[in-house]
C-alpha cells in the first residue's frame, strides 16, 4: 500500500492537454486546485521550454510557487518563472551534434534569454513544413542562423536542442548520435506522435531528463520517492515514471510504452481525451480524506 500522496509529477502534452486543443479542462483544472488545496505539491513536467509552457498554465487559479519542470528537465522554475534550476549544454558539443543530426532534419537549440534569439535554426521554412503550429507559437523567439554553428559560442551555452522529423529518420537520428563520438557528452529523450508521423529528439546536458530534475525537487522539498507520482504519455516521460513511487501511464500512450508500463507495475489511466488526469487525482485525492478520516 502506498504512504499518502505528497507530489504529483503531470506531463502536458498527450497526458493533461487533449488532443487537438491548448485548453486544460474543466475537470482536470478542477482535480489540480484540489491536489494542491489538500496539500499535495502539483509539479508540471514538459518538454516544452517553461515561456512556451506558461501560458498554457496561467490563469487556472493555481499557486504561483507551482513548480514547472521545463525543457525535459533543463530548466525548473514556478509558475511565474523564478528559475530554481538550470542546466547547460556545453556549445562545443552542440556544434558537433549539428554535423550529426542535420541530415535527418530540423535542428534547433534553445537558450535562456527572452525575445528573439531565445530559438535558434537555420531553416524556417523547413521547420514550418514539418512543425508549423509550433514555428507560429513561437515565431517571436526564433533567430535564423545559418550555419547554425555560428550561433554555438563558447561561453554562451544553449540550455537544450531538439531535432525533429519524422518518426523513422528520428529513429535514424538517435541512432547516428549514439555512434557518434559526442554520445557520452549529451542526453536526448524521444517523442513521438504517430497520428503526424512527427517525432521530436530532445538534446540535453548528459544525465538530465524529467525523471532528474523530478528527483532534485523531491529532495528540495524534503519528499520521499514513494510519496509521489508521474502521469505521463511518452517516451521522455520514462525517467520520472521509473523514479516516482507511482508511475501513471496514460492510455493514449504508444502501445510499446503501454507494454513496457505493465512490466514494471505502472498503472494505467484513462486517455487525455477521457481527462484521465482527473480521474487519477480524484482517486488519489479520496483515499487521502479516508486516510486522513
Not at 521545463?70 to 538550470?86: I, K, P, Q, R, Y
Request: hydrophobic share 45%; with cysteine; net charge negative.
Amino acid at each position: 500500500m502506498h504512504p499518502p500522496l505528497r507530489l504529483v509529477a503531470i506531463d502536458l502534452d498527450g497526458t493533461l492537454l487533449p488532443a487537438h486543443s491548448h485548453t486544460i479542462s474543466e475537470r482536470n483544472v478542477r482535480a489540480l486546485r484540489a491536489a494542491q488545496e489538500a496539500g499535495i505539491t502539483v509539479v508540471f513536467a514538459t518538454g516544452r521550454r517553461a515561456a512556451y509552457a506558461a501560458p498554457l498554465l496561467v490563469g487556472l487559479g493555481l499557486r504561483a510557487d507551482t513548480p514547472v519542470i521545463a525543457s525535459n528537465g533543463a530548466v525548473t522554475c514556478t509558475l511565474t518563472g523564478e528559475v530554481m534550476e538550470c542546466c547547460h549544454m556545453q556549445s562545443r558539443v552542440a556544434r558537433g551534434l549539428c554535423g550529426v543530426l542535420r541530415p535527418f532534419g530540423i535542428v534547433v537549440f534553445t537558450f535562456n534569454r527572452p525575445g528573439r534569439g531565445e530559438l535558434v535554426l537555420e531553416d524556417l521554412e523547413q521547420a514550418h513544413g514539418r512543425i508549423a503550429m509550433w514555428v507560429e507559437a513561437n515565431r517571436n523567439a526564433i533567430e535564423i542562423v545559418k550555419p547554425l554553428e555560428l550561433a554555438l559560442i563558447d561561453g554562451d551555452d544553449p540550455i537544450q536542442g531538439m531535432a525533429a522529423g519524422s518518426i523513422d529518420k528520428m529513429k535514424d537520428a538517435e541512432k547516428a548520435l549514439q555512434a557518434s563520438e559526442w554520445r557520452d557528452e549529451c542526453g536526448c529523450a524521444r517523442t513521438e506522435y504517430p497520428a503526424r508521423d512527427l517525432s521530436i529528439l530532445d538534446l540535453l546536458p548528459p544525465g538530465v531528463t524529467k525523471g532528474w530534475a523530478l528527483q532534485r525537487l523531491a529532495a528540495e522539498l524534503g519528499v520521499e520517492r514513494k510519496e509521489t507520482m508521474a502521469i505521463g504519455d511518452n517516451w521522455n516521460d520514462v525517467g520520472m515514471l521509473e523514479w516516482a513511487g507511482q508511475g501513471i501511464v496514460m492510455a493514449n500512450a504508444a502501445a510499446e510504452l503501454r507494454t513496457m508500463a505493465k512490466t514494471r507495475g505502472w498503472k494505467q489511466a484513462p486517455s487525455n481525451d477521457d481527462e484521465g488526469v482527473a480521474v487519477v487525482l480524484e482517486s488519489a485525492l479520496a483515499k487521502l480524506a479516508e486516510a486522513r478520516a
